[in-house]
């Protein structure tokens, strides 16, 4: 019988694709901004492997006081995530154990000036905020970069190693986790994220050129 508990990892990608929503400014009357969602084309899902899971908003607000008065901040990005079943006999059976994540965040102008600060973001530094919010990832070490095709444009996407727990067991597992840096599409930016168990680097991190390269936003 399969087991459907899902990887940690997906985790560990939805803290790392959730660090673009905190904007810390403030400029005249209430602000909201909201991403428009990316997807991966049927060919690069049929070519790697990987199923839609879902996909999901997540909206960040913030409060501030300026003159006496109270502003807010309202940003909502979004999630579109794929994950691929593998057959882990070492963890006792079937798990959701690779994950790819096409997050889009928008761009926050505001006068003709862009604020969301992934803009200015390293793929280290994504990653250091979102081992502080995710317990479930630990011990990650940048392990190498390399640069592939999101959209028609060049991007550097870093390679992490680390640890995650697998959800339901306790049992931790190494993984390898696959960052890009953000891409400018319209109005928004874009941040491919993917996670897997490190003992299939070799074959996922072509499927994570596939995925990335079949993207697709209409932002």
Do not use: W
């Not at 309202?74 to 006999?89: G, K, M, P, Q």
């Not at 979102?130 to 592939?148: D, F, K």
């Amino acid at each position: 019988m399969k087991s459907r508990r899902s990887f940690l990892a997906s985790g560990a990608v939805g803290a790392i694709a959730a660090t673009a929503g905190c904007l810390d400014f403030i400029l005249g009357d209430d602000l909201s901004f909201s991403a428009s969602a990316a997807s991966v084309s049927d060919s690069a899902l049929s070519e790697s492997g990987y199923d839609k899971r879902r996909t999901q908003k997540k909206t960040f607000e913030k409060t501030f006081e300026v003159g006496g008065e109270s502003r807010s901040v309202s940003v909502t990005n979004v999630y579109a995530e794929y994950d691929r079943t593998i057959d882990l006999s070492f963890l006792g059976g079937s798990q959701r154990a690779a994950t790819f994540t096409a997050a889009t965040t928008p761009k926050a102008k505001v006068l003709g000036q862009t604020f969301n600060p992934i803009k200015d973001m390293s793929p280290a530094e994504i990653v250091r905020r979102a081992q502080g919010r995710y317990q479930g990832l630990s011990n990650l070490q940048t392990s190498g970069e390399h640069t592939v095709t999101i959209l028609g444009k060049d991007a550097t996407v870093t390679r992490f190693t680390g640890e995650a727990e697998l959800s339901g067991s306790g049992q931790t597992v190494d993984i390898e986790l696959q960052v890009s840096e953000a891409v400018s599409s319209g109005d928004d930016f874009l941040l491919a994220v993917s996670g897997y168990p490190q003992r299939l680097a070799d074959e996922e991190r072509q499927h994570y050129v596939t995925l990335a390269g079949g993207v697709q936003h209409d932002g």
